[in-house]
């Protein structure tokens, strides 16, 4: 064995080297304040790894991204891992990044004659920044996507040639395949080969001005191996320890719905770039794009001069830790408005509910080559709760929202349909109070109707007690997928109660004085033939002025289907959707 | 070692050292460490699950020469998963298919050497590699001596039913004389 590494030392010098690397002389003995260059080294060590091997699976273009992606988290064995690994450990480095700059400017190493070194450091800093947000775009999914368009659109602020730059990065006007393909070159080859050469020059720049000892030394010297080593080490193990902490306790890095530019989503940046975000909700984008980084980077460049002299440092210093203070107060801030904002809340969870939808059809039915974010374009429950969105939410309600989970900034005008045509939602709407209320006809011309005033508001208490039985027999024509039906028997004694000339209201009224049930009698309210069932909502979605719903005395619901305003197909996912679940 | 160090016991000083060894060693282990299953996830996907070779429809029985020469037919299946993918409907290989009373035998146009794909020799009446020059004859046995195919013409399981003929087709494992499908 010794005679193998002879020949080897003969041929390169290898111990000459390793004795120059590990005997490094560390003035003051071994300090836990220099770990931090190593913990990045380490850290960037692990992403070229861990990158490599992600590489192996990752297919960049609009129609793969997304979906390779989500084969590595939910198909590869130990997938999750590899990815979550990656992704804490970008955040790890960030943080790392902070404190290794705080370090350096707190011990002054930045100034003389350790200028050039310093503007390394900040050159690798931005390199960083950059790695972490083209990585963030590569998943493909909603938050990358409308994260993304907002950091490249701040591209185009760069005078004259910013709109240039934007398309030369983006790959053309839209987002799309070359998007991805040249995100995929920075931040898998360019961004780390840059990286991996400001290392080498920075770590030599290191070792030719030797470690700068903040004064006065607590020891007396020692040398990097192993005192200095072990201290890193140990530090390297505890950013690791956390990165898997993290990586298990979140199981891995989320992915989010797969890109739709025409699915909106909040666009929202990694954590450590919203105090930006929340900037730029102050100052004009040019401010954020242009003047800022601008202004940071001539500051960085005159640091070690300005440094020089005492009040210099202390002025340097000073600055730093209020831009940190400023950076950790806006991401504060940005958080607590996202938290204050009820819409904000909506639309995290509607994209989680997206995410969760589009993995179970994808589990049913795979994965088209069209894409993923095809099979949420067809989905009919997804159609369906958006369709109910845009079209009926504006006065109806589901759920009090908007069917999504929104809220909605008009009053309700027109009646609560999570679960209608169930016997609990029939039974409510027989009951005055609420037929009254906002929930159902309260905001229409029907709250003074003859159906409230007349025949709600005079039931007797013995009439009232009929009434479940009624919303049954009524609810039982909706064929509910979730209602278990009447048998027979039990249909042709409720029958009978409905035509029961006993139950006649105070003023004469009986139901089917107004409305028909499977007779042709053309009274003037609603057909209550086939209540809820899917021909009749269809039908009554279509037209509900016609003579077998509201005729003239409709009161503002659209004629979706008479109108073109809706298509066949769409008012069928509409009704499927509406009756598909009981209300919450 | 190192003159500073020598009031210090010989015994703390191993310990520093096989402490920073092995704790630098974990750490640098540990990124390729984390993709290491990822990595092998191909190879435990292959074990064991050889089952269920799906039926696929090729072409009608009346369209196969009667005299039993061969014909090449596209194979087109169903259903074709390719990692993420789920393809309907396309081909994922070709036979040659020849008649032989009422039943068919079907043979993957791949050569068992090396998969090349195989011709069918009208002049002489028999199959050969352009590749290496294996020779079959049309039942699909090798005709030449010192071969490079190790084996004879991959065959797989075929039937007719209402006029058309049906394949359960498969890959197999080139350049072994064993025929062992890929799964």
């Given amino acids: 064995m010794k005679m193998i590494f002879d020949w080897l030392d003969d041929r390169s010098g290898y111990r000459n080297l390793l004795h120059e690397v590990l005997y490094e002389k560390v003035p003051g003995g071994a300090r836990w304040r220099y770990v931090w260059g190593s913990c990045l080294t380490f850290a960037f060590f692990t992403q070229v790894v861990t990158g490599t091997l992600l590489w192996m699976f990752y297919s960049p273009s609009a129609q793969t991204a997304w979906e390779s992606v989500y084969f590595l988290q939910y198909q590869v064995w130990g997938g999750w891992f590899l990815r979550g690994v990656h992704h804490y450990m970008a955040q790890a480095m960030i943080v790392l990044l902070v404190l290794h700059l705080m370090q350096v400017v707190i011990d002054g190493a930045y100034r003389a004659p350790r200028e050039l070194n310093f503007w390394f450091g900040a050159l690798m800093m931005g390199v960083t920044l950059a790695l972490s947000l083209t990585g963030y775009l590569l998943p493909w999914d909603q938050k990358g996507y409308w994260a993304t368009a907002v950091a490249t659109n701040l591209m185009a602020e760069v005078p004259l040639i910013g709109p240039a730059i934007q398309q030369v990065v983006v790959g053309g006007v839209e987002y799309g395949h070359h998007t991805l393909t040249r995100f995929f070159a920075l931040h898998a080859g360019v961004l780390p080969a840059m990286l991996v050469g400001l290392v080498v020059v920075h770590i030599y720049l290191f070792r030719k001005h030797g470690i700068h000892v903040k004064e006065p030394r607590p020891k007396k010297d020692s040398y990097f191996w192993p005192d200095q080593i072990l201290k890193d080490a140990i530090a390297c193990l505890a950013v690791l320890l956390a990165v898997v902490a993290l990586t298990v306790y979140f199981h891995g890095a989320p992915l989010g719905p797969p890109a739709d530019p025409a699915n909106e989503f909040p666009a929202r940046p990694e954590w450590y770039f919203l105090f930006l975000f929340q900037l730029l909700k102050y100052v004009p984008a040019f401010w954020g794009a242009v003047i800022i980084p601008v202004f940071l980077a001539l500051w960085i460049f005159l640091q070690p001069f300005i440094g020089s002299t005492r009040p210099g440092h202390q002025l340097n210093i000073g600055f730093w830790w209020t831009l940190i203070a400023g950076s950790v107060a806006l991401t504060l801030l940005a958080f607590s408005e996202d938290n204050a904002n009820l819409r904000h809340s909506a639309a995290l969870e509607e994209a989680d509910w997206q995410a969760e939808r589009v993995l179970s059809i994808v589990q049913e039915e795979g994965i088209p080559p069209a894409g993923a974010v095809t099979l949420l374009r067809k989905d009919h429950e997804n159609r369906g709760r958006n369709l109910f969105a845009a079209h009926c939410a504006s006065c109806h309600r589901y759920n009090g929202h908007d069917g999504r989970g929104y809220p909605v900034d008009d009053a309700q005008s027109a009646p609560e349909l999570a679960g209608f045509a169930s016997v609990e939602w029939i039974s409510k709407l027989l009951n005055h109070e609420h037929y009254i209320s906002e929930e159902y006809f309260g905001g229409t011309k029907f709250k003074n109707g003859t159906m409230a005033r007349k025949v709600l508001a005079k039931y007797t208490a013995e009439e009232t007690a009929l009434l479940p039985r009624i919303a049954t027999l009524l609810s039982d024509m909706a064929q509910l997928p979730y209602q278990t039906p009447l048998s027979e028997d039990e249909r042709e004694e409720l029958l009978a109660l409905f035509y029961n000339d006993d139950l006649v209201f105070q003023d004469g009224l009986a139901c089917i004085d107004c409305h028909d049930i499977d007779s042709e009698d053309e009274g003037h309210a609603p057909d209550l033939t086939g209540y809820g069932s899917d021909e009749w909502t269809i039908a009554f979605l279509e037209n509900p002025e016609d003579e077998r719903f509201y005729g003239d005395e409709n009161d503002r619901m659209p004629c979706y289907g008479r109108d073109g305003k809706l298509t066949n197909e769409e008012i069928k996912i509409l009704s499927d959707w509406i009756r598909s679940r009981p209300s919450e | ?183």
């Fill in chain 2, 1 to 183: 070692m190192s003159d500073f160090n020598e009031e210090e016991s010989s015994g703390r000083r191993k310990f520093i050292r096989v402490t920073t060894i092995g704790i630098s060693a974990a750490c640098g282990i540990f990124p390729l460490a984390a993709g290491i299953p990822a990595l092998l996830d191909p190879v435990k996907k292959n074990s064991g699950e050889s089952a269920k070779v799906p039926w696929s429809k090729v072409a009608p029985f009346a369209s196969l020469p009667e005299d039993g020469s061969p014909a090449k037919f596209e194979v087109v299946q169903e259903t074709v998963v390719d990692a993420w993918t789920t393809y309907k409907d396309i081909p994922v290989g070709a036979v040659y298919l020849t008649r032989k009373e009422d039943e068919v035998i079907a043979f993957n146009l791949k050569c068992p050497h090396l998969g090349c794909a195989i011709d069918f020799r009208k002049q002489t009446n028999d199959y050969f590699c352009p590749c290496h020059n294996s020779s079959f004859a049309l039942d699909g046995s090798v005709t030449t001596e010192n071969s490079p195919s190790p084996r004879p013409m991959d065959t797989m399981e075929t039937k007719v039913e209402k006029g058309q003929v049906w394949i359960r087709f498969q890959q197999f494992r080139p350049n072994i004389e064993e025929k062992i499908p890929l799964s």
